[in-house]
């Protein structure tokens, strides 16, 4: 069987015309991608379970709709898939995590509901780095996953997996989560878009922390106009997320220009300095990216984020204090795995969390318990707070000067499997572009900008608090121009066309 | 620190109490589950209260109100910009594995308590906390159980810390101040206070140091008190070993010490959980908490008249005395009873004796309180009433009050059905006095010749045949009378 789409591109709002026009049923399309994701859960390993049962069921009642002529969602049949640290009623929830390999959830979190209210027929569970903690798929405590344009190469982390069953257009639309940069370096590894939205624009409530201050969902999709749909679906006021701001939701999806006349484009000077230092091509595919931005009447103009290099240093007190807390609930004692004490408590907790947490998980909670102890909490975890503040002013600065920024997503394209896994602050260094507008809570996002030796790349595009729109409405201009994705077609379908 | 051995020298204590009060919200402190005491295990939970992954807190607001309104009746100030911080360590009993707390900006700072002698005890500070979960272990403690089973029912019931500064000097005051405490939190009704359910729990950090100076010696922290009575024997207990230690030459340590009441002992507790570092930070699923000037003014309207503030104004209103006022003012709708009865009635000093004498019996000998009796504070009125205006004799009185406490009937209902009206008619009376004087000559006779008893014998033959219903002043008074 073909995949859910004619074309080379599905998205997800062609899949909902198609099946508002009754050409293609939900259920069909459900089954497709289902079996899709099943085919190539081989050469890719992007999901941790599918959920057929649950998908198919969901799809009927959808085409039950449609039938009966009542009102659609805006996601209506359009299969998805949700990172594993989504909670999902009665569903295994484990977080890519042997500690909650066993944990079913017993409610769902508020984005999935609002997704599945919106239409969305969710197929599956997709994989990640444990608890989010990673820049490549590979700290999955089950398998790692692989990019679908070099399954040789790392489809990015921490939501590897769904930025690979999207790059692979196994379906239009996924869910990740972004703390330092889990959504936008998987999207520029898996060429496609991923959307970190403003912190506080996208309830948290049933998405498994990893740094509460940080942990943001988002969506990663085909293209800038299914971003933008499901951004508006997701985004909101939550009473369960007391960090989730009451802003209202603008129309995203109806505000995408096609030119950037008027438009004053942000280029980090800093960042620059610094690409200039590495890959020559790179560096190339970036500044034929501005030009393109200056081609569609954009104006482009330096800014300065001076403290924006501090901010992995910031990121790696604030994200293991705030994880250390957040992932001392996983003791054995009322949900999970659990590994017996021999009649002691303190003993279960230890052998539990020994058995159940994975090396960087580990080193993570031992850095943020460090950090927070008395003595180090004022040198540490105080100043990271200070020049989190200096680093957010950078970005006020920086924006009186310009609508949005434009800069790299990445530092390099793809890398191979275990290329940098024995080396931690190599990984780190991954989230060395997009750590600032985390730490700074703007949004951000990664869109298709083309290849270097095959291999995709993804520019960032970043705006200010609640100015999602602008950014989106930036990278709709710049995909429609460029049409960097939809050029080409994924090696892992044109080797599993020559193996077929 | 330098400890002194001389044998003659006298110990002072010093003694500060951390109080927690669970507060009467309807819901938890960061849920929506309900917060009641007594429900079987493990029914008043949810994903957020189990500590369940991906759940957050939202803040109660009636918690932040009630504590406010206890720091408003403190005189404490109230932080108009306060957060919430994360207190980490382990325990099986809280599900998130750390407390939801208030580290360095609590809620409010300063205030006191005053005490019924007048004196003020200071607070350091009164925070917001979630409770944590029920350890019930099979054996006495964690360690001696073969397995130790987890009611998660009170996880994240509103908890408010009361912090005293170490300004309480005995056992005697501790006491004074847990009851002045309790009686304000439960006039502003914001908690149960019910020591034995464990809506209010002490520990106390007590030291001793010679009389006459200042430093302050090594304190013990005291937990596990379940009454007012065992503060005080706890604290007694603790200010004599200490003063033995140090007049022994011993040093004290700082150390963390349970009660235990049957064998009226204090013991370490030695636990390793002693070398905690809770490693406080903000909470970050919680945004810094903001009240502004309109809702602290309101809250502060809303506050009622408090019980020392009561006490005062009923001795200067009512003419009761402080001990009187003092015990009318201990439960807040007792006192408004007794309010709604003096000024219905308009003679405080007549109700405040029977509130405290026959009511008080009536109600014990019926096992009833103030709030399951029926009585009426006009119907207690009517009863002072005509009692003062002779309509029933004093003996009579009391069969009434029962009968009105009891079952709630109108006094003058009671008082027909019964017949216990009073025959105060002058002429009525004097025709029975008559006659009695005419049927006993001898007794006449005797009490002319200078026998004064003889008038009590007339006294009792008029009362005998007005079957008890003569107004026996106004007998005695026409008797004199007739006697000359």
Same mark, same amino acid.
């Given at each position: ?500 | ?155 994240? #019931? /509103? &908890? ?11 056992? @005697?005051?501790? !006491?004074?101040? %847990? ?107 919680? #945004? /810094? &908490? ?11 309207? @809303?506050?009622? !008249?408090?019980? %020392? ?176």
């Amino acid at each position: 069987m073909s995949s859910i789409h004619a074309t080379s591109l599905p998205t997800g709002h062609a899949l909902r015309e198609a099946i508002r026009r009754r050409e293609r049923s939900a259920e069909e399309i459900t089954r497709a991608a289902l079996h899709d994701a099943e085919s190539l859960q081989g050469p890719l390993h992007a999901y941790i379970r599918l959920l057929p049962e649950r998908a198919l069921e969901r799809a009927r009642r959808i085409d039950g709709l449609v039938r009966a002529g009542e009102p659609l969602g805006t996601l209506a049949g359009v299969p998805v898939a949700v990172k594993d640290l989504f909670c999902l009623q009665g569903e295994f929830t484990t977080c890519g995590s042997r500690i909650l390999e066993n944990f079913r959830s017993p409610y769902s979190a508020t984005v999935v509901e609002k997704l599945e209210a919106a239409g969305a027929i969710i197929i599956g569970k997709t994989n990640m780095d444990e608890f989010a903690m990673g820049s490549s798929c590979e700290n999955s405590a089950f398998f790692p996953t692989r990019n679908p344009w070099d399954t040789t190469r790392v489809p990015g982390g921490s939501s590897g997996g769904s930025a690979s069953t999207v790059g692979a257009r196994t379906v239009p639309i996924a869910l990740g989560t972004d703390t330092g940069g889990s959504i936008r370096e998987p999207a520029s590894f898996c060429n496609i878009v991923g959307v970190k939205p403003t912190y506080g624009r996208v309830s948290r409530y049933g998405m498994i922390a990893f740094a509460s201050s940080l942990d943001q969902a988002g969506p990663m999709t085909a293209d800038v106009r299914d971003a933008a749909d499901v951004l508006e679906v997701i985004a909101g006021y939550d009473p369960m997320d007391s960090t989730s701001v009451d802003v209202a939701v603008p129309p995203y999806a109806s505000e995408l220009p096609d030119d950037l006349h008027g438009v004053r484009i942000g280029i980090v000077a800093e960042f620059e300095a610094s690409i200039a230092q590495g890959d020559a091509a790179l560096a190339a595919l970036y500044k034929q990216a501005y030009k393109d931005l200056e081609r569609l009447g954009a104006q482009l103009v330096e800014v300065h984020l001076p403290h924006a290099q501090y901010g992995l240093a910031t990121y790696y007190l604030i994200a293991p204090a705030e994880c250390s807390s957040n992932l001392a609930r996983y003791d054995g004692a009322r949900y999970g795995r659990r590994v017996d004490g021999d009649g002691d408590v303190y003993a279960m907790f230890d052998r539990t969390r020994a058995a159940g947490f994975g090396d960087e998980v580990k080193r993570r909670i031992i850095l943020g318990t460090y950090a927070l102890s008395t003595g180090y909490y004022d040198a540490y975890y105080v100043r990271a707070q200070k020049v989190r503040t200096l680093i957010k002013s950078d970005f006020d600065s920086a924006f009186a000067e310009c609508d949005v920024i434009a800069c790299p997503a990445v530092s390099c394209p793809p890398f191979e499997l275990g290329a940098k896994s024995q080396d931690p602050l190599a990984m780190y260094l991954m989230d060395y572009f997009t750590i600032p507008m985390s730490l700074a809570g703007i949004p951000a996002l990664s869109i298709p900008a083309g290849y270097v030796s095959d291999l995709p790349v993804g520019l960032q595009i970043v705006a200010p608090a609640f100015h999602e729109g602008r950014m989106l409405a930036v990278a709709h201009a710049y995909e429609q121009a460029t049409q960097h994705a939809a050029a080409r077609i994924p090696a892992v379908r044109s080797e599993g066309a020559r193996a077929s | 620190m330098q400890q002194a051995i001389e044998r003659n020298v006298s110990y002072q204590p010093v003694i500060g109490l951390e109080v927690h009060v669970e507060l009467a919200t309807q819901s938890k402190m960061f849920c929506g589950c309900r917060n009641v005491f007594g429900a079987p295990p493990n029914t008043l939970v949810c994903p957020v209260c189990l500590g369940m992954p991906g759940t957050l807190p939202v803040i109660n607001r009636r918690a932040v109100e009630f504590l406010c309104k206890t720091g408003m009746a403190l005189g404490c100030d109230v932080a108009p910009f306060s957060k919430f911080d994360r207190k980490n360590y382990f325990y099986p009993d809280m599900p998130k594995n750390y407390q939801i707390s208030q580290y360095d900006m609590p809620l409010t700072t300063g205030g006191s308590v005053r005490l019924a002698s007048g004196k003020r005890i200071a607070l350091n500070r009164i925070h917001l906390e979630e409770d944590t979960g029920k350890n019930i272990h099979a054996g006495t403690s964690m360690a001696a159980s073969e397995y130790t089973l987890i009611d998660y029912n009170r996880a994240g #019931v /509103p &908890l408010m810390e009361i912090v005293s500064e170490p300004h309480i000097a005995t056992p @005697e005051e501790a !006491e004074q101040y %847990l009851s002045a405490l309790k009686s304000v939190l439960s006039y502003i009704g914001v908690s149960d206070v019910k020591m034995h359910e464990g809506s209010l729990r002490c520990d106390a950090n007590i030291s001793v140091r010679p009389a006459g100076t200042s430093t302050l010696g090594v304190k013990a922290e005291v937990k596990n008190m379940n009454s007012f009575r065992s503060v005080v024997r706890a604290l007694r207990f603790e200010i004599e070993r200490q003063t033995e230690a140090l007049t022994s030459g011993e040093r004290i340590i700082q150390e963390t010490r349970n009660w235990d009441d049957a064998r009226g002992v204090t013991y370490s507790t030695r636990s390793k959980e002693q070398a905690h570092d809770y490693r406080y930070f903000p909470d970050p699923d919680l #945004v /810094p &908490l903001t009240l502004d000037d309109a809702t602290l003014a309101q809250w502060r309207e @809303e506050l009622p !008249e408090l019980p %020392l503030d009561k006490r005062d104004r009923f001795i200067a209103e009512y003419g009761v005395s402080e001990y009187e006022a003092g015990i009318l003012t201990e439960d807040r709708s007792a006192a408004e009873f007794f309010e709604a009865v003096a000024r219905a009635c308009g003679d405080g000093k007549q109700a405040a004796n029977w509130m405290l004498g026959d009511v008080r019996r009536s109600l014990e000998k019926h096992s009833l309180t103030l709030a399951t009796s029926p009585v009426r504070p006009a119907q207690l009125a009517e009863l002072i009433r005509i009692v003062a205006a002779g309509q029933i004799s004093g003996k009579a009185a009391k069969e009434v009050c029962d009968a009105v406490v009891a079952e709630g009937t109108d006094p003058q209902a009671v008082v027909a059905q019964r017949g216990l009206s009073q025959i105060s008619d002058t002429e009525a009376v004097g025709a029975m006095v008559d006659d009695a004087l005419a049927a006993n000559p001898e007794s006449v006779a005797s009490y002319k010749g200078g026998k004064a008893k003889a008038l009590e014998f007339l006294v009792g033959q008029v009362m005998k045949s007005s079957r008890g219903k003569a107004n026996i002043d106004i007998v005695r008074e026409l008797l004199r009378e007739r006697l000359g």
